[in-house]
Each structure stands twice: as C-alpha cells, then as structure tokens.
C-alpha cells in the first residue's frame, strides 16, 4: 500500500520498464499509447513518455481496465495519466486496488472516487496505512462526520492528498488560538477550503482583519468573513468600498453592512451595481435601506429580486403592504412569499399569481 517499490539493488528493472538508450521505438510506443489508449492529446503524451516509458501494453493495460471498471470516464482517465504518467506501471492489485477499497469502505461511491483521483491522481502514491487513512480519520474528527468529510474532499482532493502537518494542522492551531470553536472550524473546513490553502502568514493577517471589523470569532459569522476577506485583494476591498460609495453609503455603513451579511462584499462590482440601480432607480428605495438588509445584494436579480418586487410593487401601489416589510419577501423561502405576499392577496390583486408566473419565466 505505499508508494512504488524500487527493485532491490542489483536486480534487473523488469522489461515494461527497462528504457532504450539506444533507441526511440520504447518512447515512441509510449507517446502512441498515451494517445490512443488514455487519450492524452499528443503535446501530452510527448510530455509524459519523458516520465515513464514501456515497451509492453500489458501493465498499462490492466491498471485503464480497473480504472474503467470503477467507472472512470475516458475525460477522467486522460486526467489521471496525464497528471500522474507513474499510475500506468502501478501495480492495479498491490498498488492500486487497496487505496480505491479503502475510500469505498469509508462511504465514498465510485464516482466520488472518480472526482478526486482525477483531480489529485498522485493520491494513488500515497500510503494508505501512513497517510490515506489517518489523514481521512483526522478530517472525519474535524467536520463530525464520515458524509460530511467526503464533501469537504470533492470540494477539495488536495485536503486528502497533502500532508494534513503542512496543510491543516497549524491553520486550526491558528485559528483554536484566536477563539474560533471547533464547530466554526469544522464548517471552515467543509465549506471554505481557500483558508487552508493560505500561507500561516496569511491566514494571521486576514484574522487580525476580520477581528477589527468588530466579528466575534465564536460566532459563524466570523468564519464567513474569514472566507470572503481571504478570498479578496485589498485593492478589489476597496474598490467594492467605493461602488457602495456612489449609492451614498460611507465606510462605516459598508462595514456595518459586512457585519450584518460578509456576502454583500463577495458580490462582483457589477452585481452590486446592478442590484442597487434596481432597487434605488427601479423601486424608488433609498440606498441606505439596503445597508440594513444587505443579504438582498446576495440574491439573483433576475430569479428573485425581479419577480418578487414585481408583485411587491403592485401590492405597495394599493397600499397593502409597507416598504419596510420588502427585505421579508425577497428572503423568506417560494413556498411562503406566495402564501403571504400572492395567493392572500389575490381578492384584491387577482394579477399577482400570473404576474409572478411570468417574470419567473422569463428569468429561467
């Protein structure tokens, strides 16, 4: 189960590995097989047949066949090789085949295997016995669940493959250091992958960020903003700072408005435009209304703020409802905006269902 073993000293490399010095037929047969039987374009394959080189199909043969019968697709298979040459000289019953029984064995179906071999192929390298399963065993204890640690490895193979001492082990000590609960860190870990690819130096800067922005780290608000202010430049922070600006709002308004909901500053430049031009030129709204609502700036324009404000606007106009509740109806869940802002309603608007039925057909 652990990485390819070298021959002892002395021996003979068995034939599929001898290399010709002499010749270019081995790496020729190599560089055609890669194209023909893994798919690899031929850029690929030249670039590969200088990493491993074979004059018989035989075992490159049998480790596609036991990809392919896990259900590998011929995208996947061309991903694996082409990142990992080395797979196709593995041993597919000693090397292979323990490393993809292991994964299923903790919960992982065939595609889910699929998904992150094909991302990080270099995982079939890794012991299983000293890395594969007490690197899983530790991700399980972070997030409290076996299902919830296969989705934070779909989302991110890496978390698998590196050293977990490198990748996540000083980040968390980091991050228990500075008051994060296990809980905030489990969901860092499921959902926000970025944070444990940042250096230590990083990771401290955007916490000291966060914390004088006023987050408390025990709450989950803390790992949200944690994830947004990690995931931006300074100078894009800013520049977001500045298109909040032109609808009025100062820093203070856009960091309180951060506060409330770290989303509103995730949103591209565009998106903020759009959404605030809507609400301040389309429904008449001022600007500072949505800095105590900023979680609308999260939602699609076209697939909830249009339809919805659509019917929120003729029930204003009769006067049946009250600006201050139009936060309520772009938030709450379908099946409640149509029971307490249409079908109610409709004694008095009959138009509503059909207006609401229409701006959602034309968002989709």
Not at 285 to 309: E, G, T
Not at 312 to 327: C, D, N, P, Q
Request: proline share 7%.
């Amino acid at each position: 189960s652990g990485v390819l073993a070298l021959p002892a000293a002395g021996a003979q490399p068995p034939p599929l590995l001898r290399q010709s010095s002499t010749s270019s037929e081995p790496r020729s047969f190599t560089a055609l097989y890669l194209v023909n039987a893994c798919g690899l374009s031929p850029e690929s394959a030249v670039s590969a047949s200088r990493r491993i080189c074979f004059e018989s199909p035989s075992r490159p043969d049998s480790v596609l066949g036991l990809l392919r019968k896990r259900g590998f697709s011929r995208t996947q298979i061309a991903d694996v090789v082409g990142r990992y040459p080395g797979v196709l000289l593995a041993s597919p019953d000693a090397i292979l085949l323990p490393k993809i029984e292991f994964l299923r064995s903790r919960g992982f179906s065939d595609s889910d295997i699929a998904i992150v071999i094909s991302a990080v192929p270099r995982l079939l390298a890794r012991s299983l016995d000293n890395h594969l399963r007490p690197t899983l065993d530790y991700i399980v204890e972070l997030v409290q669940s076996g299902e919830d640690a296969i989705a934070a490895i779909k989302r991110c193979p890496r978390m698998l493959y590196d050293d977990p001492g490198v990748l996540l082990i000083p980040k968390i000590a980091t991050l228990r250091e500075n008051g994060v609960p296990p809980a905030n860190i489990g969901h860092l870990v499921l959902y926000h992958r970025s944070i444990f690819l940042a250096s230590p130096e990083q990771l401290a800067e955007a916490l000291n960020r966060v914390k004088a922005l006023g987050f408390e780290p025990s709450k989950v608000g803390f790992v949200t903003a944690l994830h947004v202010i990690r995931g931006m430049s300074k100078p894009l922070w800013q520049r977001k700072i500045g298109v909040y600006g032109k609808w009025g709002w100062s820093e203070e308004e856009v960091a309180l408005a951060f506060r409330r909901h770290p989303g509103c500053m995730a949103a591209s430049e565009s998106k903020i435009t759009e959404v605030m031009n809507f609400f301040v030129n389309e429904m008449g709204l001022d600007s500072l209304h949505i800095a105590q609502h900023p979680v609308v700036i999260s939602l699609s324009l076209r697939k909830r703020i249009i339809p919805r404000c659509s019917v929120f606007r003729v029930l204003l106009s009769k006067g049946l409802v009250h600006t201050h509740s139009l936060a309520t109806s772009l938030i709450v869940p379908e099946s409640r905006f149509i029971k307490e802002f249409v079908t109610c309603y409709l004694g008095k608007a009959p138009q509503l269902l059909d207006l609401y039925k229409e701006k959602m057909g034309l968002a989709s």
